[in-house]
């Protein structure tokens, strides 16, 4: 084996592969995370995370994931951050990962490359992506002060990002395709008792259409058959997500909705290669479950490489 041949490598920066990567740098287990641009993962774009112990009074997640980069930049994590798309071939024992500029090898990986948001797919949708279009309100929210905005989805992500929409917005209103909301209850309440959120149910959006921003959302009545052209500034679309396994596709088990199927261990059907987060098929997508996963994982890598003959023994407790 090549003597530049890693021990693992991390694919994502999110609270999985971040909470990985401070397990084995702790370890001192010769480790690298690979992250497409910036870090962090789609937790960085929650207005509040108010469901991670530790932070009675929630925390931003793009805080949460800054102080769990603080923490992995203290044990001497090594990023590199790409911007093309990767592929994974496996090569013997070995698992190469090909970038724009070179490849990584690894004996052990551990994917943690997380989910993007769903695009509908409707006319307008492409044309005004970026122009009134978003798919992450905590970032674009402060662009449409007073201004009347549109969320679609019923989640929680559709719910908790509609109440951070109505601090800036004079009126959120949230199409959602059945008559009842997806999210958690708590959420829920909060929707009810917001006065600048209202719903359009059995509703869904067909068209967007403008000039050079969005203008309008043409909406459907899925049970009255009634269409209405509602007059919007902004569209923030939460319909779920889908996993970004492309890279995967042929390489290791994936589940009929593309997320990677594991075993107890969070090991994929290929020996040595572990899932982590929100990209694992798993029913519970949360951050502190993708941290939770991410240790789980290394500790699974760590026992790989000891079963190949690479590292100590691994104990555990650390
Ligand atoms: P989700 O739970 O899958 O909800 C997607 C929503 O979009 C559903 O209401 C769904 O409608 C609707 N939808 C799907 N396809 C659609 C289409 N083509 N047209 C119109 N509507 C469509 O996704 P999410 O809200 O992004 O949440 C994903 C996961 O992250 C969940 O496990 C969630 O609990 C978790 N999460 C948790 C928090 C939190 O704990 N605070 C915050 C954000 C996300 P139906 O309801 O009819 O299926």
Not at 63 to 75: N, P, S
Request: proline fraction near 4%.
């Amino acid at each position: 084996m090549p003597e530049q041949t890693r021990d693992v490598a991390i694919i994502g920066g999110g609270p999985a592969g971040l909470t990985a990567g401070l397990y084995l740098c702790r370890a001192k287990i010769d480790t690298i995370l690979l992250e497409q641009q910036l870090t962090g993962g789609q937790a960085v774009n929650s207005p509040l995370i108010e469901n991670y112990p530790g932070f009675p009074e929630g925390i931003s997640g793009a805080e949460l994931v800054e102080r769990m980069k603080a923490q992995v930049d203290r044990f001497g994590l090594e990023i590199k951050t790409f911007s093309k798309a990767m592929k994974l071939v496996l090569d013997d024992q070995v698992k190469v990962i090909s970038l724009e500029d070179g490849e990584i090898r690894a004996r052990s990986v551990i994917v943690t490359s997380g989910r993007s948001p769903r695009k509908m797919g409707i006319p307008g949708e492409d044309t005004y992506t970026g122009r009134g279009i978003s798919y992450c309100a905590t970032c674009d929210a402060p662009l449409f002060k007073d201004k009347v905005v549109m969320v679609i989805g019923g989640g929680d992500a559709a719910v908790e990002e509609a109440l951070h929409l109505a601090r800036f917005a004079s009126k959120v209103i949230l199409v959602h395709r059945r008559d009842q909301l997806r999210a958690s209850d708590y959420l829920q309440e909060r929707a009810h008792s917001e006065p600048k959120l209202e719903f359009m149910w059995n509703s869904e959006v067909t068209e967007i259409t403008g000039g050079d921003v969005v203008k309008s959302a043409s909406v459907f009545n899925n049970v009255t058959s009634e269409r209405t052209e509602v007059p919007v500034s902004g569209i923030f679309f939460y319909v779920g997500n889908v996993p970004n396994t492309d890279f995967l596709v042929d390489v290791v088990e994936l589940d009929e909705t593309g997320y990677v199927v594991t075993d107890n261990n969070l090991e994929s059907s290929v020996p040595g290669i572990f899932a982590a987060g929100d990209v694992r098929a798993n029913r519970f997508k949360q951050v502190i479950v993708a941290a939770a996963e991410g240790a789980l994982a290394s500790a699974g890598a760590q026992r790989f490489l000891e079963s190949v003959g690479v590292r100590q023994a691994y104990e555990g407790g650390h």
